[in-house]
């Protein structure tokens, strides 16, 4: 830590930080707790979608109502996943902070606050959001999608812990998106505008930013869409509702987290047909009920 605060005007998560590294190696505990932040998160996610699989009434919130995923699903899935975690994704999360440190991110108390903390994950997301577009549209051109992409739509209706069922090179590459946008930003910020610390990027920041990413895609993969899902109050949000189609088309919607630019170049032409195709036989049917 570079600095500390008196605990008297620490809040309890401040002290919590401030004790955690004390005398502590920073590249190792950034690691550990990265990384034990982002299983808790990845599979605690999960749960609540694991379980409407085994309640009825969940059953009509269910996009693809006519596919079942079974327990060997998950569990193949569960094993492959933690093992891309332990082997590939863990040795990137302990390499985050001595990158970020050569750039000279902020990792001392106070934390920032949150009108500094929400305008940068919103620039993360839109950020991510793009160049997940670029990089997933360019993983469906035939060479790569055989030998790469692949990998991750051997689900064709996707269940939440599937959204890093993948190959290591795609994770890799995708993963740039996350990790890459607040390296870009804090530099952007720090070295060309000489920007307030304030709107430099923190830690902090940075872990709130990775569970929002991981909450985002475990949802979008979670097979569900729920009156109170995001995109029902967020129009531009994409969710389990577009990308759900990808896994089942196998083409378009290649977005992650918004609908505006698979909208802007035509690649979601054929998901709106089916959703109105959907919506028309919808209400055929409840006239013919009536």
Known sequence: MNSTIPVGQASWLEHQWQELYRDRNPL?????????????????????????????????????????NTSADYWKCTKQVLYQHFLFEGPLIFLFHPMASLLGMNTDCPFPEWKYVLPQVVIFFVFEDAYHYAVHRLMHWPPLYKRIHKVHHEYASPFGIAAEYAHPLETTILGFGTIGGPLIYHAVEKYVFHSDRNWQLHLFTMLFWIVCRLCQAIDCHSGYDFPWSLRHFIPFWAGADHHDYHHMAFVGNYASSF???????GTDVKYRAYRKKQAEQKRLDQKKQL
């Not at 309640?55 to 269910?62: D, M, N, R, S």
């Not at 609908?259 to 170049?265: A, C, G, K, S, T």
């Open 28 to 68: 190792l505990v950034t690691g550990i707790l990265a990384f034990t932040m982002h299983e808790l998160v990845y599979f605690g996610r999960f749960i609540p979608f694991l379980i409407c699989d085994f309640i009825p009434y969940f059953k009509q919130y269910k996009i693809q109502q006519n596919k079942v």
């Open 259 to 265: 609908r505006w630019w698979d909208y802007i170049f």
